[in-house]
């Protein structure tokens, strides 16, 4: 068990929709980052928030967006969704100091129909 | 561009039929390598950490090697529950922050 979880697990939903992916970090973890997975691509790093605020941008769509809350949990927002997002979608967390490995939950697998 | 590449794809071994996976990178200043292993159905779960050219981490059957352009996770007399997706990111100083590059898995298959 790395510590970290996300909700829901599974999520089905349909074209132009909007969803929200949370994650709650591992105790005492400043750092949350999204990762989408999908089969062509592979693990795609999307967003980093530390202790609230937004610090790094990856792939990240114009449709997707983050927060991070006061009290560290995370939350990913998907909008106006489209066939191709349907993936798995990892939150992972790490300590504040730069370098320390990233501790991943188990992910939302998102399907679109 | 900053890239990191698995070989090979996938693998079959025998148990106790020891191997290596290899992972190239070309990143403009690396902060840190990463081995993640990731089961059907579940997150990466991380491994080992390697900074500097030359370091070694071992971990039962696993040893993680760094080079200046490569990484190699040797597996010693692997058994059937090694059988996992091996993940290799690394974290490099451009302007992805701490996000990590990975490359596209290793998928080890360990027959009894």
């Given at each position: 068990d790395s510590g970290v979880t996300q909700t829901p697990k599974h999520l089905i939903t349909a074209t132009g929709q909007?969803?929200?992916?949370?994650?709650?970090?591992?105790?005492?973890?400043?750092?949350?980052?999204?990762?989408?997975?999908?089969?062509d691509q592979g693990l795609q790093f999307l967003i980093q928030y530390y202790n609230g605020e937004e610090r790094a941008k990856g792939n990240i769509l114009e449709r997707f967006s983050a927060q991070q809350f006061?009290?560290?949990?995370?939350?990913?927002?998907?909008?106006?969704?489209?066939?191709?997002?349907?993936?798995?979608?990892?939150?992972?967390?790490?300590?504040d100091r730069a370098n320390q490995p990233q501790h991943f939950g188990d992910g939302t697998r998102l399907s679109i129909l | 561009e900053d890239q990191v590449t698995q070989s090979p794809e996938a693998l079959r071994l025998q148990e106790g039929e020891s191997s290596s996976l290899n992972c190239s990178y070309t990143v403009s200043g690396l902060r840190g390598l990463f081995w993640y292993r990731q089961d059907p159905g579940k997150g990466p779960e991380f491994l080992f950490t390697l900074y500097s050219a030359g370091e070694e981490?071992?971990?039962e059957r696993l040893k993680a090697t760094l080079t200046k352009k490569e990484s190699f996770l040797h597996i010693t007399?692997?058994?059937?529950?090694?059988?996992?997706?091996?993940?290799?990111?690394?974290?490099?100083?451009?302007?992805?922050?701490d996000g990590?590059?990975?490359?596209?898995?290793?998928?080890l298959i360990i027959q009894p």
């Open positions: 909007r969803v929200t992916l949370r994650c709650s970090p591992r105790s005492g973890d400043l750092s949350v980052y999204w990762y989408q997975q999908s089969l006061p009290d560290l949990h995370s939350e990913l927002n998907l909008s106006s969704l489209e066939l191709g997002d349907s993936a798995l979608y990892f939150c992972a967390s790490s300590a | 981490k071992e971990k007399a692997p058994k059937p529950e090694d059988s996992a997706t091996y993940l290799c990111a690394v974290q490099f100083s451009g302007g992805g922050a990590l590059t990975f490359g596209k898995g290793t998928h």
